[in-house]
């Protein structure tokens, strides 16, 4: 396994950020403010995280990486059905009495206690608000006529809290539906071939909807300096953090 590229802390941003390095290598606390009171974000490894605000937790993701020591959820957003997204023995391990786990079809066969929500459908959770956007290859496949990601399939997620609007890309080329997202605060953005994109790629879709703060994510093999050097003058936050 490849360790990624990291730069460390930066500090000055639009929204206020914290960093503390867990005893988990590939963890960071990242914090941010919004109306409803500060937002905790715990990276864990590749596409999975937590979001904590308001007394609550919402877990993305739980698939790869050790989750010893996070707390349960309220609330788990699962993605996509392949391996690196959805592993059931951890999603039981972070679930509790009461967690409602949101999904889209295809996982809720194998999840089959899962809230469906398909592309375009929001869900209100108490102080949250979550809505399914499309993730899916343009171009890229197993073999010809084939995408790694059909379109539908999978959801990529827009979470606002407080009025802080956090973008979960999912596995994704630049999609239209992507490049037209608006008021994006915080945006969680793949980049690993030959399942997503390239660095390239990543950026300018980043550069079409400009969200404040960006995080690439699910990036194992991919070269980050490029993602950070075709951002920079932009204004667009660029946080490298080590999900490896």
């Excluded at 997204?85 to 809720?108: D, R």
Aim: hydrophobic share 45%.
């Amino acid at each position: 396994m490849r360790r990624a590229y990291n730069t460390g802390m930066k500090t000055a941003s639009i929204l206020a950020c914290t960093l503390a390095v867990s005893a988990f290598a590939a963890r960071s606390v990242e914090e941010f403010k919004t109306s409803a009171g500060a937002l905790k974000i715990t990276t864990v490894m590749h596409a999975g995280f937590t979001i904590e605000a308001g007394g609550q937790v919402i877990v993305v993701d739980p698939a790869m990486g050790s989750w010893d020591g996070l707390p349960a959820a309220d609330v788990i957003l699962i993605t996509d059905i392949h391996g690196d997204h959805l592993a059931p023995p951890l999603i039981a391990k972070m679930k509790k009495a009461g967690t409602t786990i949101i999904a889209p079809a295809a996982v809720a066969k194998t999840v089959t206690e899962a809230t469906v929500l398909n592309n375009g459908q929001s869900k209100t959770i108490g102080a949250w608000t979550i809505e399914a956007v499309p993730m899916y290859n343009l171009k890229r496949g197993p073999s010809e006529g084939k995408l790694f990601h059909d379109k539908g399939r999978g959801n990529g997620y827009v979470v606002t809290y407080g009025g802080l609007r956090l973008y979960i890309a999912g596995d994704t080329e630049s999609v239209a539906e992507m490049r037209a997202l608006k008021n994006i605060d915080v945006a969680f953005i793949p980049m690993n071939l030959p399942y997503t994109m390239p660095p390239e790629e990543a950026a300018d879709a980043v550069k079409a909807f400009h969200p404040k703060v960006v995080y690439p994510y699910h990036y194992m093999g991919s070269d980050l300096k490029v993602f950070e050097a075709a951002l920079k003058g932009t204004g667009i936050d660029v946080r490298i953090r080590n999900w490896y």
